[in-house]
């Protein structure tokens, strides 16, 4: 069968495909693929027992505490970036081209300056000394407030990093509502509050979560907002990986902490993409 | 009315205060790097260069910059190619195999970078690439390897088969058809891809943490030290030349996206 010509012409499209697949799916599975495979197998293969070092993640108060804040703060973060991304998403969705173009050039702009640089800024900006704690100050609330070096600073760092993952597919989905069904609420006497609220709002809550979902992982796997604005209770997961490879040299308790972050990571894309449409919201831009 | 007014204005403001939070950072880190003192402070006092000077001379940041360009040029030359083949190979992909294809190379953007680092640190320890720039940009070529591909599939999208089969109809050898109708436009597709792989190298802090050991520092790796150790003016002054690369290659991006 394979000498038919056809049986020859597939034959060759499958090779010349396969030939074009084969430069990147070496480097991805040796490069990425197996180190992170080998990363997983080296968590648990310990000559004291398998999950030795799951068990000192699950015992150790400290460890528990960690991953506990990175959960913590990285909801809070989620949900900042719903509450000050919707309104922006919204304008974005439904505004003229000026107005868009505004506001894709404040977000673009933001997303392509360096992250180290936008965290190295907020420390300048959020500094007892800076511009914020003095016109606290001057309000009066310049020694209660503190702006960086702990939580708030986190939180204000993580937002500002992670919000154009929530406006862009937020927008997305906003773009797409078909503005006679907010007219047809109208005009069956739905009052703006109502019509917004019983037909906007289910039309694209499925963008809202799908960002909220994004924002979460990625927040779950920062390290350079929280070691550069946080305090020392504010430490994440990944510095903690970072302590362990960097410091104490343990390899395989750093292994341990990754393989968690990555399977808590997995999950989360998993129900974004199988109960909020995720990937659709990826592709959809 | 004056319900749904109120509604449109505190819409208008939120959307005006988020822009503001956005652009800060990134605006306020400029006149930082001009201070004529030892301390970064905003606003900034007096005007000087000396911090541009320190940057451009002092071997520490000079040889950061030197390895930051070295490696992130090597980075395209590896990625773009193989993610152009990888693209095309995407495309000709049928069935399940779209969706396998589709998630396989977005993996390296949905796994943290950190867990990437770790695994990598992990392998390139075992090779003794720790600390070398081959084994930099074998790491920086996974991280850039997807937006490759993004940016060509999204070209080749919208390429009208037709023309391929056109050429092929009048005699061109499958080679000479893609050589002479395919690549030619697909190129914008390439060079931005090309681009956005420059980019996420020169832009890499987490990987090159792990990998960079001391034989390999880049500007942010060095840039991180600096931040650490003490907040010095020169820090600013690295973080203008990495915000002035990513303007330039977002301004050439731009322009071979119109083109």
Known sequence: ?285 | MTGSRLASFATSATTALVCVLLLLPTIAVMPLSITETNFVTFPPRGFSLRWYETLFTSDAWRGAMVTSFITAALTTAVATPIGTMMALGLARLKGRWVGIGNVFILLPIIVPTIVTGVALYGLLARLGLIGTIPGLVLGHSVLALPFVVINVAAVLQKFDRRIEQAARSLGASPLTAFRLVTLPNLLPGVAAGALFAFLTSFDDFVIALFLAGIGAVTLPVQMWSGIRFEISPAVAAASTVLLFMSCLLLALQWWVKRR
């Open chain 1, 1 to 285: 069968m394979m000498s038919s010509p056809a049986g020859l012409r597939r034959t060759t499209r499958s090779a010349t495909t396969f030939f074009l697949l084969l430069p990147g799916l070496v480097v991805l599975a040796g490069m990425f693929i197996l180190p992170v495979a080998q990363l997983v197998i080296d968590s648990f293969s310990d000559p004291a027992g398998a999950l030795v070092h799951y068990q000192r993640i699950a015992v150790v108060p400290v460890y528990l505490l960690v991953l506990a804040r990175t959960f913590l703060i990285s909801a809070i973060t989620a949900a900042l970036c719903l509450l000050l991304g919707f309104p922006i998403a919204y304008r974005l969705a439904h505004s003229g081209p000026r107005v868009k173009a505004i506001i894709l050039l404040c977000i673009f702009l933001s997303f392509w300056t360096n992250l180290l640089v936008r965290a190295f800024s907020w420390m300048v900006l959020l500094n007892p000394n800076g511009i914020f704690s003095q016109a606290l100050a001057f309000i009066g609330l310049g020694d209660q407030i503190k702006l960086v070096y702990n939580t708030t600073g986190v939180l204000i760092g993580q937002t500002q990093i992670l919000l154009p993952y929530m406006i862009l597919p937020l927008a997305a989905v906003m773009s797409r509502v078909d503005p006679t069904l907010m007219n047809a609420a109208r005009s069956l006497g739905a009052s703006p509050t109502r019509a917004f609220l019983a037909v906007y709002i289910p039309l694209v809550k499925s963008g809202a979560l799908a960002g909220s979902v994004l924002v979460f992982a990625l927040s779950l796997g920062s390290f350079v907002i929280p070691a550069l604005l946080g305090g020392p209770r504010d430490m994440f997961l990944a510095q903690l990986i970072e302590f362990n490879i960097n410091n104490t040299l343990n390899l395989p308790f750093a292994s341990a902490l990754a393989t968690v972050l990555l399977a808590a990571t997995i999950v989360l894309y998993w129900i974004g993409d199988r109960w909020f449409g995720l990937g659709q919201v990826w592709g959809g831009r």
